[in-house]
């Protein structure tokens, strides 16, 4: 038996008290009907797979949804959507995940601070629990799919009253559609007339994919570049570290231990907005849901492993997950850009044709690197009265604008750039 979410404002219940399916007609909307999970491994993988495109998005792959499940269920709670037209046809399959976050730690600068010394005092006010169509993993993508025939103003608007009943339930303070690209928002626009308004994520980092491997990214860089790259890499030369790349299917999972995991830990506390946590499991759950998906790249001194990336890979695109570093060693070696080098080296070679780098270390990134960033947008409604009061008022405090600042070379740029090295 499917276990269902009750929701008496949708569902009508079936004879016998079990309800896993609703038509919902308005005037504005064709008879639909949708099914609400708990869990994926309720859902008809065929019927979900047939909604995305495998060689392009391994994050809507059931095998990534479950490993979330697994390693988060206790901080998050999960909602999957698949809507049907009235012959029972797929029309979209949505993640939906309730996540609690510390305002603070999404917060910068001046707002950081204030948020913090409040947050000491009435923990309570800085925790906001937010329902998201979307997974609480900054993946750079959304959870939400059509199929292309769907009428997408139709699907939101029932989107949107299942999130707002599950927003009631989990008493969320913030409704979230996350996270879309230039692209994806073009399919968004009925959101705006159920209430919420587009605000700036963090702008995604794009690697330039078309070389064969390092050495040939290495040869064709600019000068300037190539220089700084080449120092990068006789620093990390002189510490005699041994590296190891594993997919999930050749035992990456059972080289990711505590201590690795640590690393990563550095490096979040460094991080100047921390949206998720990540649990070691969801790591090492990464690579077993998806053992043909996975690159884990590990950079050992003797038995300890000092450094190391996680990525994602589908037919034609690859993700950097997390990244982490002992940053004792990251002093005299650069450890960050080397195992930066060694994922991209595994992109190159898998001949990646979108790399994406993450939305964080965009300077950093930038000053070595052959980047350039892409816009990346979210949804957002109020889950109570006065947070919507709040943010009429001040939503670019909320939500300041973030603009990507690396915009991709045209032609003739790359030309003078190339004649001027």
């Not at 079990?18 to 009907?33: F, G, N, Y």
């Not at 980092?205 to 990068?232: C, E, H, P, Q, T």
């Not at 790591?283 to 998906?293: F, G, I, K, Q, V």
Request: proline share 5%; with cysteine; charged share 25%.
């Amino acid at each position: 038996m499917i276990a269902t979410v009750e929701l008496p404002s949708l569902v009508a219940p079936k004879p016998n008290g079990v309800s896993l399916r609703e038509t919902m007609t308005a005037q504005d909307t064709p008879a639909c009907q949708y099914t609400v999970y708990k869990s994926i491994r309720e859902v008809d993988a065929e019927e979900w797979n047939g909604l995305r495109n495998a060689s392009r998005d391994p994050f809507m792959d059931p095998g990534f949804i479950e490993a979330v499940e697994n390693s988060m269920g206790s901080v998050c709670r999960f909602r999957h959507v698949v809507v049907r037209d009235k012959d029972g046809r797929p029309l979209a399959a949505a993640c939906l995940s309730s996540y609690t976050v510390d305002g603070a730690a999404l917060a910068e600068g001046s707002a950081k601070v204030i948020l913090t010394a409040v947050g000491r005092a009435w923990p309570w006010l800085t925790r906001n629990t937010m329902v998201m169509c979307g997974l609480p993993i900054s993946s750079g993508d959304s959870h939400l799919r059509f199929a292309p025939h769907a009428d997408r103003a139709s699907v939101l608007a029932i989107l949107d009253r299942l999130i707002c009943e599950f927003a009631r339930e989990e008493r969320a303070r913030f409704i979230i559609f996350k996270e879309f690209n230039a692209d994806g928002a073009r399919d968004l626009k009925r959101l705006e007339s159920l209430g919420y308004r587009q605000a700036d994520s963090y702008p995604m980092n794009y690697a330039v994919s078309d070389y064969r491997d390092f050495d040939d990214y290495l040869a064709r860089i600019r000068s300037k570049k190539r220089r700084m790259l080449r120092g990068s890499i006789r620093k990390f030369a002189k510490g005699n570290f041994r590296v190891v790349t594993l997919t999930g299917r050749e035992g990456a999972a059972d080289h990711y231990t505590d201590g690795v995991h640590r690393l990563y830990e550095a490096v979040l506390s460094r991080s100047p907005v921390q949206f998720e946590h990540l649990p070691a499991e969801f790591l090492r759950e990464l690579a077993r849901r998806l053992p043909d998906n996975t690159s884990f790249t590990y950079v050992y001194r003797g038995d300890e492993v000092v450094a190391y990336s996680a990525s994602v890979f589908s037919e034609t695109t690859f993700h950097g997950i997390v990244l982490g570093i002992d940053y004792d060693l990251n002093r005299e070696y650069e450890l960050y850009f080397n195992v930066l080098f060694k994922a991209l080296d595994v992109a190159f070679r898998r001949g990646a044709q979108e790399i994406l780098l993450g939305q964080t270390a965009d300077t950093t990134k930038h000053a070595k690197l052959d980047i350039f960033q892409g816009p990346m947008s979210i949804y957002v409604k109020g889950g109570r009265s006065t947070i919507r009061i709040a943010l009429k008022l001040a939503f670019p405090l909320f939500f300041p604008p973030r603009p990507a600042a690396y915009l991709p070379e045209t032609d003739d740029e790359a030309t003078d750039a190339a004649e001027n090295d």
